[in-house]
Structure formats: structure tokens, C-alpha cells
């Protein structure tokens, strides 16, 4: 975002929360549910083909409509687009009360991802908005409260189904979606519009393969492809050295919790103009190659651990740095479009990298797979943007 489009009105903390508040609601929905349906699809009645459709769902709406809400934050503001989708979030979770019937399963899971579309990447753009010149930080604490939701989504969601089942769950859901919403619609202040030129196709194209776009959404797919690979198959490791399901499933609250501690001290740091943007995320690339690498050759619970905490110190580095330069260098006219496509970015990724380790586990064994993946993983490195660009203005008529 360029300086001189900060908002003018005063920046304060009260402002903020409720968008990191969103943050965590979509990241702790995700995972409680999926947590809950992979342990519960046998009592349900869910073939494995079924559950992997559920579980894809609110993923899909996610890559199809995060774009098309992120442009609709730019036409009229943040703010509704973000209240909006958390009413949509808290009235889609109510369908879950009736979990026991697989098509109302998958319409409240539909619905939240849809719901999650508006306000996850209008989230972000409000972020950017608000943080002025202190885009680090701020998007440090919002990417610190999704690895928290993250963290805690399977534990809690584990809780609320022993408890009461899938309508507890659900019901859990609908109260945070709602608690949220009617806080972000007092708090946060109306980030009104900002007038925007005329964009040819040339000029969309063009943004979306400039460097400051391309690169920084590179290393978010890449971070997220490594976390959700790391959901998926670092659990099965640690049961497979013989943990019980409870040390299995702390391998990824490890994860998220290393993720979440370091994003706002990275990006605290990126502000004072102590650590700058390429080296930050090469190195957060190159801690998820190790740590992935180190948990397809090294053998033992404890190298498992460790690997969960470097790839999750990884992924808290490189996060908030590629989300930061994002917001420095895109007008402020059209964050909304920027972060929703980078977001899009991130779904990719989240999807490729289960499928890539899976693939190749499937065929030559999963430590190959782990070891091709930290090779991608490196890779990306070398697309880390270097300083903040600004884009290019559209072209004329």
C-alpha cells in the first residue's frame, strides 16, 4: 500500500480486533470440522469418498469466490463484505444442527466456505488499510490469531463432539460467527471505497504476473501447501513411532503454536527495518525445506516434534512478510482484489501439497514424497520478491 493512501482517520487497537477475530473464526471452523469429521465418519455413515468430498468443499468455495468478494470489498468498502460474511458464516453453520444427515453435512460445510470467501480476504484488506506504514506488525498479529484457530480448532472441535456431537459443534460455530460479526460491525470503522482507475485486461494481467504479486503469492502457496502436508501426514508419522492418538494430533498444535508465536515478532522487526522482506522469506522457505526434509529421513518421535517446530518457525516467518508486501506494494483501491486472489494463491497450495507428497508416497514411498516437496519448497525461494515495487498505473483509454 503506498503511504500516501493510508486511511485518514486514527488507527486505534479496537479497530483491529475484530478483523483478527475473523481471522481465527475461519481458520478454528476449518479445522474443528475436519478434525471432527475425519474421527467421526465412520459413526456417521461416511464412505472415504464422501468424507474427502466434505472435507474439499469449503475449499472450493474458497478458490472459486475469494477473488470475486475480494473485488467486491474494493467496489464498496471492506467493512460489509466482511459483516456480512460472518452473519453468512454464523447462518450456515445453524444447517449443521441436523450433522446427522451427510447432505445437510455438506451444505453447512458448502456454506461456510462461501461465507469465508467474503470476509477472510476483506479481512486482510481491512488490515492492510488500518496498519498504515506498520503492515508487518499487524498483519504479524493477524496471521499469529489464524495459527492460533489453527492450533486449537482440532483440540476444541474434539471437545464439542465428545460433548454433544456435531450439534454442539456447529452451534459453537454459529455463536462465534455472530459474536464476531455484531463486534466488527461496531467496531470497525467504514473504510469507505477509494476511487479506482480504469483497468484494461492488459493492465489485470499485467498486475498479476508483476513480481510484487506473483512472488510474495508464490511463497504463500508454498508455506501453505507445507502446512497442509504437514496436517495431514505428520500426525500419521508420529503414530506410526507409536504415539497415541492425543501425541499424534499435539504434532500439529506444535505446529501452529511455533507459527503463531513468531509472526508478530517477524513482523515487528520488518517495521523497525531490521529484517527485510527477501531475506526473511527466503529463510522462512528454507526452514519448511528443512524441517519437511528432516521429517522424511529422520526416524523418531522426537526429529517428528522438531520438524513440526521448524516448518511452523518457517511459515511464521514467511507469512507475514509475503501478506505485508502484498499491502506496500498494491494501491489501496484494489487491495481487496490483490488479497483475495493471493489468497486463491494459498488455497492452491493448501490443496498441491497433500496431493504432491500423497502422490509420490503412493508410488515410491512418502519419505520421497516429503523430500519433493521440500525441493519445491526451495525453489520458491528463488521467486522472493527483493524490495517493495509499486504497480504499474493502468494505461490510458
Not at 162 to 190: D, N, Q, Y
Amino acid at each position: 500500500m503506498n503511504p500516501s493512501d493510508a486511511a485518514p482517520f486514527p488507527r486505534q487497537t479496537t479497530q483491529r480486533w475484530p478483523l483478527y477475530a475473523a481471522g481465527f473464526t475461519t481458520a478454528f471452523g476449518t479445522h474443528a470440522v475436519a478434525a471432527g469429521l475425519g474421527a467421526e465418519s465412520a459413526d456417521i455413515g461416511l464412505s472415504l469418498l464422501a468424507l474427502g468430498i466434505l472435507l474439499a468443499l469449503y475449499d472450493i468455495a474458497e478458490v472459486f469466490l475469494k477473488p470475486v468478494f475480494g473485488a467486491l470489498s474494493d467496489r464498496i468498502g471492506p467493512k460489509p463484505v466482511i459483516v456480512g460474511g460472518l452473519f453468512a458464516f454464523s447462518a450456515a453453520s445453524l444447517i449443521g444442527l441436523w450433522a446427522d444427515q451427510p447432505a445437510m453435512l455438506a451444505a453447512a460445510r458448502l456454506g461456510q466456505g462461501m461465507a469465508a470467501s467474503a470476509f477472510s480476504p476483506a479481512s486482510s484488506a481491512g488490515v492492510a488499510r488500518l496498519a498504515g506504514s506498520n503492515t508487518g506488525r499487524y498483519f504479524g498479529r493477524y496471521g499469529s490469531w489464524k495459527g492460533l484457530g489453527y492450533a486449537i480448532g482440532p483440540l476444541l472441535g474434539a471437545v464439542a463432539i465428545i460433548s454433544g456431537g456435531f450439534t454442539l459443534l456447529f452451534g459453537i460455530l454459529s455463536a462465534l460467527g455472530l459474536i464476531v460479526a455484531v463486534w466488527a460491525a461496531a467496531a470497525v470503522p467504514r473504510l469507505a471505497p477509494l476511487p479506482r482507475p480504469r483497468y484494461t485486461i492488459v493492465d489485470v494481467w499485467r498486475q498479476s504476473t508483476e513480481r510484487s504479486f506473483l512472488g510474495p503469492t508464490l511463497v504463500l502457496a508454498a508455506a501453505t501447501g507445507a502446512l497442509g502436508a504437514a496436517v495431514g501426514f505428520l500426525p500419521a508419522m508420529a503414530a506410526r513411532e507409536g504415539l497415541g492418538t492425543a501425541g499424534s494430533v499435539a504434532v500439529v498444535t506444535v505446529l501452529a503454536l511455533a507459527s503463531s508465536l513468531i509472526q508478530p515478532r517477524i513482523g515487528r522487526l520488518r517495521d523497525q527495518g531490521l529484517l527485510a522482506d527477501k531475506p526473511g522469506m527466503v529463510a522462512g522457505l528454507l526452514c519448511i525445506a528443512g524441517g519437511t526434509l528432516m521429517a522424511g529421513l529422520l526416524p523418531g518421535a522426537a526429529w517428528i516434534y522438531f520438524a513440526a517446530v521448524l516448518i511452523g518457525a518457517g511459515i511464521g516467518m514467511s507469512t507475514p512478510l509475503a501478506f505485508a508486501h502484498l499491502a506496500d506494494s498494491t494501491p489501496s483501491e484494489r487491495l481487496g482484489r490483490t488479497m483475495g486472489s493471493a489468497e486463491l494463491g494459498r488455497e492452491l497450495g493448501d490443496a498441491g501439497g497433500p496431493l504432491l507428497v500423497g502422490g509420490i508416497a503412493v508410488a515410491v514411498g512418502l519419505p520421497w514424497g516429503l523430500g519433493a516437496l521440500a525441493l519445491l519448497v526451495g525453489l520458491t525461494a528463488f521467486a522472493a520478491p527483493g524490495t517493495k515495487e509499486t504497480s504499474a498505473p493502468p494505461t490510458s483509454g
